[in-house]
Each structure stands twice: as C-alpha cells, then as structure tokens.
C-alpha cells in the first residue's frame, strides 16, 4: 500500500511545494495561515483595546498559528481562512453600506 503525498496536500500545500521544497513550503503556509488569521482576526473581532493587549493577541496567535501550519498540510486550515476572511469582509462592507444609508444606528459613546 504506497500513498501518494502529493494527492494528499492541500491546494496551499501544493502551490507552495510542500513535496518539492518542504522547509521553504511550510514556511510559506505558515506565514500564509499568520497572515490570514490576522485578517480575520481584525474583520471579525478586534476591538480597540491597549498597545500591550494587542501584542499579546498577535504572540498568542502566531504560537497557534504554528500548530495550525502542521494540520495546513494535510487538512484546509489556510483555504477554511481565505473563505471566513471572504465573508467578513463581505458582512463588513454590506454593514458599512447599511450605517451610510442610516439604516442602522450607531451608538454615540
């Protein structure tokens, strides 16, 4: 029974030739995944909070974001974040359209 690693790799996988060139690849994958998780961090669910929080944020991110480049391998962690950016970015520019329009109040501090 012989597998066949490259029909196994994801498509960040293979466009960063993780058969061909793994160290360089998963570098790639795993700059792509810090990357998109910071994008989707800020659409999704950064607030404004203090210099020293943020740099906590991104320290633990990038520590999670080296476990997620072992699974981006095999499995669709960079892809399942090129589709969540996708769509906050989508929620964000229809809810930026909806407070211009002055169909949603914002609330004044």
């Known amino acids: 029974m012989s597998v066949n690693v ?9 466009i960063f030739g993780l058969d061909t060139n793994p160290q360089a690849g998963m570098w ?3 700059l792509t995944i ?7 961090y800020n659409l999704g669910f950064a607030r404004k909070i203090k210099l020293w929080q943020n740099v ?16 981006g391998a095999f499995l669709p962690v ?3 974040l ?13 809810l930026h359209q ?7 109040k914002t609330s004044e501090k």
Do not use: H
């Not at 490259?6 to 293979?14: A, D, K, M, Q």
């Not at 769509?87 to 520019?93: G, N, V």
């Open 6 to 14: 490259t029909e196994r790799l994801t498509f960040f996988g293979r």
């Open 98 to 104: 909806e407070r211009k329009a002055g169909n949603i």
């Open 34 to 40: 810090f990357v998109l998780s910071i994008i989707v």
């Open 78 to 80: 960079a892809e399942s």
């Open 56 to 71: 906590i944020i991104y320290i633990v991110m990038f520590f999670g974001c080296v476990m997620l480049t072992f699974f």
């Open 28 to 30: 790639y994958l795993f």
């Open 82 to 94: 090129v589709v969540a950016a996708i769509f906050l970015a989508l929620y964000r520019f229809r």
